[in-house]
Each structure stands twice: as structure tokens, then as C-alpha cells.
């Protein structure tokens, strides 16, 4: 259907999402908007980076912080790469492979925060990872597998401002009240921008997807639970601070 027009819209949860008359990559453009006003609808503050900025996270706790980003990162390039694999034309395939690319590079930032922490990669590998924190990279991994290449897409297109502004937070914060070097907090101002042409990458993405004929409303759905099971994982490393 691409630079074609769509067909009635559809209704998902008593909201139509597509509109009729609509080309795939303006009704992805629609789907993206609205997922990001859900998003944004659905944000809590987060009570993690809230007491980062305060400086009233233990130096103990961020170590919870790199140990469960060592697993999450682990986990996400894995599930990347298994998207390439799976949607190797592009633009989804190429989209896919630069971030398992940009995953691999980020593990290795992560290893200056731990050194920063007093942790080596053993101890990262030691770890014992907290159940909820690792939602997240659970639930991404089984959309690798079973998931569709417009709703991964999606999810990371509409989470990404978020992320990217909690990350530029926490370095921020580790910079100002934790002494932490530059080169300790690359990995989060790794995170804080986003690559270079992902929203066109993503957005053409999401577009061939639906062109495919894959669910517009389930893709929704995927970004609105990623979108929780980050606030899970934040959520997680204030667990018992009071």
C-alpha cells in the first residue's frame, strides 16, 4: 500500500489509528505521534534519578545500576542482531544491525562507569540481576523472536526521548554530585542522543512494515509495555531506599 491510501481506519481500544486516504509512511508519522502523546500521558517522575540529582543514591546502589545495564545492553544486542536477522531488507535490517553494532559499542562505555564504581567486568558478571529490572530486556527479547520489525521499531522510536533525556540526567547528575569523570559517564552520554537519522530510519521502517500488513494496534501495544517496563526498571534500583 505503499504511496497508496489506506483502508477505513481502525479501531484498537475505541481509538482509530488509521485514517483513510492516508499513504503508510503518514499514517507511520500518525502512529508515532500518537504513541508518543500515550507515552507522555503515562510518564510518572522517577523517583531513581529524582534522588541521583540530590545525590542521595548510596554509591552502593549504582552499582545495581551498572550490574543490571550490563545485563540489559547483553540482552538488547543479542536481540538486534536476532532482528536482522529476521528483517534483513532494508530499511529495517540496516536499522536493526547499527543498533546491535551500537549496543556492542555502549557494553564497552559501561565498563569505564563500572571501573568508576570499583567494579570490574567479573563482578558486573557476578551480579545478581533484580528479577523486574530485567523486564525490559526480556520482553524486547521475545519481540525479536515473535514480534513484528514496525512494532520494535516503533517502541524505540516513541521511548527513545524519554530514555535520552534520563540518561542525560544521570550523567549529568553522577558528573555534579558523585565526582564521576567524563570518560566514567560516557555510557549515558552515549545514550543521551540519539543515532543519527534513527527517526527517518525508524519511521521507513515502521512504514514497510504496515505495508506488509503488520498490526498498526499491536505495535501501539508493544511501545505502551516497553514504555512500563523501563519505569519497572528504574523503579527497581530505588526499591527499599525509603
Given at each position: 500500500m505503499t504511496a497508496q491510501t489506506c483502508p477505513a481506519p481502525l479501531d484498537g481500544g475505541g481509538a482509530a489509528v488509521w485514517r483513510g486516504g492516508m499513504t503508510t509512511v503518514q499514517l507511520a508519522g500518525s502512529l508515532i505521534e500518537r504513541t508518543r502523546t500515550e507515552i507522555s500521558a503515562r510518564t510518572t517522575p522517577n523517583r531513581f534519578l529524582d534522588l541521583l540529582e540530590a545525590g542521595e543514591i548510596p554509591r552502593a546502589r549504582l552499582g545495581w545500576l551498572a550490574g543490571e545495564e550490563y545485563r540489559v545492553v547483553g540482552s538488547d544486542r543479542r536481540s538486534f542482531a536476532l532482528l536482522a536477522s529476521?528483517?534483513?531488507?532494508?530499511?529495517?535490517?540496516?536499522?536493526?544491525?547499527?543498533?546491535?553494532?551500537?549496543?556492542?559499542?555502549?557494553?564497552r562505555?559501561?565498563?569505564?562507569?563500572?571501573?568508576?564504581?570499583?567494579?570490574?567486568?567479573?563482578?558486573?558478571?557476578?551480579?545478581?540481576?533484580?528479577?523486574?529490572?530485567?523486564?525490559?530486556?526480556?520482553?524486547?527479547?521475545?519481540?525479536?523472536?515473535?514480534?513484528?520489525?514496525?512494532?520494535?521499531?516503533?517502541?524505540?522510536?516513541?521511548?527513545?526521548?524519554?530514555?535520552?533525556?534520563?540518561?542525560?540526567?544521570?550523567?549529568?547528575?553522577?558528573?555534579?554530585?558523585?565526582?564521576l569523570t567524563e570518560e566514567a559517564v560516557g555510557f549515558f552520554r552515549y545514550f543521551a542522543q540519539p543515532p543519527p537519522d534513527f527517526e527517518d530510519e525508524a519511521t521507513a521502517a515502521i512504514a514497510v512494515g504496515l505495508d506488509d500488513g503488520q498490526d498498526a494496534v499491536a505495535a501501539i501495544r508493544t511501545a505502551l509495555t516497553l514504555h512500563a517496563y523501563e519505569a519497572g526498571f528504574w523503579a527497581t534500583l530505588v526499591e527499599g531506599l525509603g
Open positions: 529476521r528483517f534483513p531488507q532494508a530499511p529495517a535490517g540496516d536499522m536493526f544491525l547499527r543498533l546491535s553494532v551500537g549496543e556492542g559499542r555502549a557494553l562505555l559501561l565498563l569505564d562507569f563500572a571501573s568508576a564504581l570499583g567494579w570490574s567486568e567479573k563482578d558486573l558478571k557476578a551480579y545478581d540481576p533484580k528479577p523486574w529490572a530485567q523486564a525490559y530486556p526480556s520482553y524486547l527479547a521475545w519481540n525479536a523472536v515473535y514480534g513484528t520489525s514496525s512494532a520494535v521499531a516503533l517502541a524505540m522510536l516513541a521511548n527513545l526521548d524519554e530514555w535520552g533525556a534520563y540518561c542525560r540526567r544521570a550523567a549529568d547528575a553522577l558528573r555534579g554530585r558523585y565526582d
